[in-house]
Every structure is written in C-alpha cells, then in structure tokens.
C-alpha cells in the first residue's frame, strides 16, 4: 500500500482548517487534522516544504516506522507546529488502515470498551440569566455533563463567552465559543485575577442551586492563576464537587500542580497546549492531574496518543481529550475512536461545528443522548469534500491576548 500523492487542503468554512490527504497506488484515500488555531499556515509550510516529499512511495501500513521516522529523523523535536504536522500523517495513515482492513479504527485499536462517549458542552454566560439558559439549551441538547464560564464584573471581554464571540466565525456558524477572530491583528482582551476569585466560587453555588449537585460541572481557568492563586480556588470550589477545574496554571510550570494539589481536592485537568507523551509524563507518575487534556491534533496523532493514555491508566489518570471548534472533524473522529477503545476514558469535550464545516466534512461520528460515538465505516469515518472546500479560501485570524488593567501583558 505504497502513498502516490499526499496533499494539502485548507478551508475556511466557518473557521480555518488544515488537512492532509494521502492517496496510495490503490486509489484509497486517508485524511489526516493539521489544524493549529492561529498558526495554520506554518503548518502548511512544514507539512508542504518538509513532510509531503518524504512520504511519497512509503509504504502506509508501517504507522510506527513512519512515525518515527517523522519524529527523530528532523532532530528538531517536538513542539505544536512539528507535531500538528506528524499528527496529520499518523492519522491518515490509521485511516488508510482502517479502509485497507474494512474497520474502523476502534477496532483496531482493540475494539470498543464502551458503548459511547460521556461529552461535555460549553455553557457560558455574561450574567447569570444568560448563563442558566445557556446551560438548560445544552441540557435539551441531551449533554449530560457541562462547562460553565462567566463574564466577570468590572471585564470588558474574557475567555469562554459565547455573546462577546458572536461574529468570530462568520455568518451562521453555531458556536459556543470561538476565540479566534477573523482580522489583521490579534484582538485585546481585558483581565483581573482578583476579581475573578472573589466571583466565580459565587457563579457555581447558584449554578448548583438552580440545576442541582447531579450534572458534572466544568471550569476552564485558562492558565490564568498563580500555583497559589490555583491552590484557593480549587478549595473554594470544593463544595460545588466540579468534575474537573483545568488549566488552573500555565502549562509551562508543570511543577505548580505539585502546590495546588496539597491544598484542593478538586480534580485537575491540563494539557490541551502540549505535545507529546514528555510534557505528561511527570504529571502523570506524580499523579497531579486527573485528566489529560492532549489532542490527537496536537500531541502527534492517534500513535503517540494512545501510548500516553496506556502509561496513563497505570496512575488512574483519566482521558479529557481536548475537542473545541479548531479540532477539525477528522480530529474530533481520530480522538473519538481512542476514546471508545481505550480503558482509562474520562470524558470528551464536544463543541460541535457548523453547518458549513459539516458540509466540508462529511462525519459519521453520531451524538446521542449525551454520547458520542465514532461510527463504524472503515477507517476514521470522515470524508472531505474537496469542491465545497474550495469554496472557502484560508482567512487569517488569530486568538486574542491579555493585557492587565495597568497593561502589563497576561496569559489568555
Ligand atoms: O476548549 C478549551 O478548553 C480551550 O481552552 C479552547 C482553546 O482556547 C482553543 O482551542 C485555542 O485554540
């Protein structure tokens, strides 16, 4: 099964979108999700310049060789622009596997340990009212676990609200929460770390109090918080019983868990920036997270992905993939099928696209009664149709930033 032809598309249907397709001497075909929100085309150039000559007359079966290959022969390692692009390889290639083979990836993988996905929504609010319907219209969307984020007074415009975000992904596009806007330069977002401890414990206990201590609660800090900062609010939070507070601290200082672990039992969840099995690994023999927060997209592909959850179930750490809108729905497939195939799964962030991305890529991926599941067509059950994404050239946009009130820039 020799790769004839490896090709690039990007598509902006209702956000930017990279992909690889491969196509072997038997006309079968993979696609593989290279998207880095905000980065994309230095993807495109490492994919096109540096990845796309070596894989041409490879033989698509070998997965591990080829990942390898990809991964020491550079030297230059890791980081999200070489892995997004190695990740894209290793999926197609699991697809091709999975067509070659006639089964869908699960099944190779070892088969399904469950018959859906637990996935949570973003439900998000500037004030409480906006913020309960936002909850409720996901509750009658059937998602049976929920992501709760708040404006916070005295902020102009912060991370995870939906209302503030409405134009990012152009016309009718149906999304919770977009951060990245289409334009020149990167938009300004406000912050102010003391003002959003004093009022989020605040926003759980009458979300917990209009909606009961049932539903598994979220809450994405966005590596805003000093360890410290971290530690209090974790505690703050303990009588709301939250599912998982992620990002607390910038993923950078892995060390800062180790502090903020003493002092709360809420449980944590990091990752959705890092790259490989190397920046888990501490974490997780030190068991100071619950849950991993990698993505196919970023951490190399379903290859490397799969051994970091395989290492993980060892510490009873628990899969949190990452899964808003900038993973494509060849990614949001290629992670569906390691979630229902592995044992340690934890829960699947489900944003959902829109109506034109789901007309670029045609998914079999079903969402049902707040379970996700792969699908069983061979391979990931993803297909591009490559007309509908012409349609929609690449626009550049980029994710905001933070500045402080005194202007001092801050972590977004
Ligand atoms: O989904 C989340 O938890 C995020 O934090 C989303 C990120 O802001 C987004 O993927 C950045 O591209």
């Not at 980081?79 to 692009?85: I, L, N, R, W």
Request: net charge negative.
């Amino acid at each position: 099964m020799r790769i004839d032809k490896a090709e690039v598309i990007v598509t902006s249907p209702d956000r930017n979108f990279v992909t690889l397709k491969l196509t072997t001497e038997d006309g079968l075909t993979g696609l593989g999700d290279a998207t880095l929100n905000g980065r994309e085309l230095a993807v495109v150039a490492y994919l096109k310049e540096h990845v796309v000559p070596l894989l041409l007359g490879r033989d698509a079966h070998r997965i591990e060789d080829t990942w390898q290959f990809l991964y020491r022969s550079a030297y230059w390692r890791r980081g999200p622009v070489t892995m997004a692009a190695v990740a894209a390889v290793d999926m197609a290639l699991w697809d091709l596997k999975g067509k070659a083979a006639g089964l869908p990836v699960y099944q190779l993988l070892g088969g399904a340990s469950r018959q859906g996905l637990l996935a949570y929504g973003h439900a998000s609010g500037k004030e409480l009212p906006e913020l309960f319907d936002s909850v409720r219209e996901h509750l009658d969307e059937g998602y049976r676990a929920i992501r709760i984020q708040t404006g916070v007074p005295g902020l102009k415009a912060i991370y995870g609200i939906a209302s503030q975000s409405a134009d990012a992904g152009g016309g009718e596009a149906r999304y919770d929460h977009e951060p990245a806007r289409r334009g020149a330069l990167p938009v300004q977002e406000d912050w102010d770390t003391r003002a959003y401890l004093r009022h989020l414990p605040g926003v759980f206990e009458a979300v917990r109090n209009e909606f009961g201590p049932e539903i598994p609660l979220l809450h994405d800090g966005h590596h805003r918080l000093t360890p410290i900062q971290a530690a209090k609010l974790g505690k703050e939070l303990e009588p709301y019983d939250l599912f998982w507070l992620e990002d607390c601290t910038p993923a950078e200082n892995q060390e800062s868990l180790r502090l903020v672990r003493q002092h709360t039992t809420t449980p944590l969840a990091i990752g959705e920036v890092f790259n490989t099995i190397w920046d888990f690994k501490d974490l997780i023999r030190e068991q100071l997270i619950d849950y991993m927060r990698g993505a196919v997209t970023h951490m190399g592909g379903i290859t490397p992905l799969k051994k970091t959850m395989d290492y993980a179930a060892m510490y009873q750490v628990k899969s949190g993939f990452h899964g808003p809108t900038d993973i494509s729905p060849v990614g949001m497939a290629a992670q569906a099928h390691v979630g229902l195939a592995i044992h340690n799964f934890g829960i699947q962030e489900y944003m959902q696209h829109g109506a034109k991305t789901n007309e670029v890529f045609h998914q079999s991926y079903t969402w049902e009664n707040g379970l996700l599941h792969p699908g069983t067509k061979p391979g990931l059950g993803v297909e591009l149709d490559v007309d509908e994404a012409g349609k929609y050239p690449y626009e550049q946009a980029y994710l905001p930033y933070n500045r402080l009130a005194d202007g001092t820039i801050h972590d977004w």
